[in-house]
């Protein structure tokens, strides 16, 4: 074989090394950025957890908040003494015996 030919199967061998070594250290880096992705979105869920179980049980407390005002202003209707007999809607007023004072004289 000439020499040029070798030449270039040298150069062509020592291309395939440089690509593969490239190929590797690619390989390696997008491994090391999938992992810490992995990491960042474990991390992210978990606080989209955290945040999530916040409010459920902040609506709890709420929840509870609103039956207790509820409740207290049932209380509160419940003893209220300002009772007026026309608020009722059963009133009806007795009629009035007409009484002639003099008659008893």
């Given at each position: 074989?000439?020499?040029?030919?070798?030449?270039?199967?040298?150069?062509?061998?020592?291309?395939?090394?440089?690509v593969?070594?490239?190929e590797?250290?690619?390989?390696k880096?997008?491994?090391?950025?999938?992992?810490?992705?992995?990491?960042?979105?474990?991390?992210?869920?978990?606080?989209?957890?955290?945040?999530?179980?916040?409010?459920?049980?902040?609506?709890?407390?709420?929840?509870?908040?609103?039956?207790?005002?509820?409740?207290?202003?049932?209380?509160?209707?419940?003893?209220?003494?300002?009772?007026?007999p026309?608020?009722?809607?059963?009133?009806?007023?007795?009629?009035?015996?007409?009484?002639?004072?003099?008659?008893?004289?």
């Amino acid at each position: 074989m000439p020499k040029n030919i070798d030449d270039i199967f040298k150069e062509i061998s020592k291309l395939q090394k440089e690509v593969a070594s490239i190929e590797n250290k690619l390989t390696k880096l997008i491994s090391d950025q999938f992992i810490d992705l992995k990491r960042s979105l474990k991390f992210m869920d978990r606080k989209i957890s955290d945040i999530s179980n916040k409010v459920q049980e902040f609506e709890i407390i709420m929840d509870a908040a609103e039956i207790i005002e509820d409740h207290m202003e049932e209380e509160e209707n419940k003893y209220n003494s300002e009772w007026d007999p026309y608020d009722d809607d059963n009133y009806e007023s007795e009629p009035y015996e007409e009484y002639n004072d003099e008659e008893d004289d």
